[in-house]
């Protein structure tokens, strides 16, 4: 796995995560789903004041966040516009800075029910669970004992602005920012490194010769057949300098 395409199976993990109800594509509807499900992993009683601020928080992230990337205008963010979109912030610290970090900060104010400006173990199970309800109890524990970056028991603004960035644009296998949405995709299909990134723990000495195996070769995993086909499909992109929030691509014969 190259670099690019270790950064384009990550987008395509939480892509996957993003889309709720499934079809396809990133939409208004998503964000709704996604604040009621936060809302009631943080405790907050439907139709309350409280889950209608999570959602309101969500439908912000829509139109501020994930809006410019609807580069065909149908209100809907494919998965080739979010990838193409989403991986070109890997390219400019800038623009990454200004979109994900903004992300993170709508996050820690979502997640933050004590309002001690971060987020402990309970608010971050709470929130995880809601947003990607997939992920184990242990996997959650795991990923904020890799986000904790100092260890203290909580998540700060900081830390958590960190993790989203590096989880979109770190081309670093062990950047902590990689466990965001749980278990990395690198970590759970481990052989498909290619010369590309190393998952932690594994020898960059070179193999022993070894006789030629009769057994197929591993398939690639979901996420990494994702990258490859849409490196193959896609056209070179370029950046689009509208604003912070604009992470939109062109493509350039």
Same mark, same amino acid.
């Given at each position: 796995?190259?670099?690019?395409?270790?950064?384009?199976?990550?987008?395509?993990?939480?892509?996957?995560?993003?889309?709720?109800?499934?079809?396809?594509?990133?939409?208004?509807?998503?964000?709704?789903?996604?604040?009621?499900?936060?809302?009631?992993?943080?405790?907050?009683?439907?139709?309350?004041?409280?889950?209608?601020?999570?959602?309101?928080?969500?439908?912000?992230?829509? @139109? #501020?966040?994930?809006?410019?990337? /609807?580069? =065909? %205008? +149908? !209100?809907?963010?494919? &998965?080739? *516009?979010?990838?193409?979109?989403?991986?070109?912030?890997?390219?400019?610290?800038?623009?990454?800075?200004?979109?994900?970090?903004?992300?993170?900060?709508?996050?820690?104010?979502?997640?933050?029910?004590?309002?001690?400006?971060?987020?402990?173990?309970?608010?971050?199970?709470?929130?995880?669970?809601?947003?990607?309800?997939?992920?184990?109890?242990?996997?959650? @524990? #795991?990923?904020?004992?890799?986000? /904790?970056? =100092? %260890? +203290? !028991?909580?998540?700060? &603004?900081? *830390?958590?602005?960190?993790?989203?960035?590096?989880?979109?644009?770190?081309?670093?296998?062990?950047?902590?920012?990689?466990?965001?949405?749980?278990?990395?995709?690198?970590?759970?299909?481990?052989?498909?490194?290619?010369?590309?990134?190393?998952?932690?723990?594994?020898?960059?000495?070179?193999?022993?010769?070894?006789?030629?195996?009769?057994?197929?070769?591993?398939?690639?995993?979901?996420?990494?057949?994702?990258?490859?086909?849409?490196?193959?499909?896609?056209?070179?992109?370029?950046?689009?300098?509208?604003?912070?929030?604009?992470?939109?691509?062109?493509?350039?014969?």
């Amino acid at each position: 796995m190259s670099p690019r395409e270790f950064i384009t199976a990550k987008i395509h993990t939480g892509f996957g995560h993003l889309d709720r109800d499934g079809d396809g594509a990133l939409t208004e509807a998503d964000h709704h789903l996604m604040g009621r499900s936060v809302a009631r992993g943080l405790g907050y009683p439907e139709d309350s004041p409280e889950e209608r601020t999570v959602i309101d928080a969500y439908l912000r992230i829509w @139109h #501020e966040v994930h809006v410019p990337m /609807d580069t =065909d %205008g +149908d !209100g809907r963010i494919s &998965r080739e *516009e979010f990838v193409a979109s989403t991986s070109a912030l890997a390219d400019d610290a800038e623009r990454a800075d200004a979109a994900l970090g903004g992300l993170a900060d709508r996050i820690v104010d979502i997640a933050d029910r004590d309002g001690d400006d971060r987020i402990g173990v309970d608010e971050y199970t709470a929130f995880i669970r809601g947003q990607a309800p997939g992920l184990s109890e242990t996997e959650v @524990h #795991e990923a904020f004992r890799h986000l /904790d970056l =100092d %260890g +203290d !028991g909580t998540v700060t &603004r900081a *830390e958590l602005r960190r993790a989203v960035i590096d989880y979109f644009t770190s081309t670093d296998p062990d950047a902590p920012g990689n466990w965001y949405f749980g278990t990395p995709a690198h970590r759970m299909c481990p052989r498909h490194t290619n010369g590309g990134p190393v998952p932690h723990g594994t020898s960059t000495r070179s193999p022993r010769p070894r006789t030629r195996s009769s057994t197929p070769p591993h398939p690639p995993c979901p996420a990494v057949r994702q990258a490859r086909r849409g490196a193959a499909a896609r056209p070179s992109l370029r950046m689009s300098r509208e604003g912070p929030g604009n992470a939109v691509a062109a493509a350039v014969r």
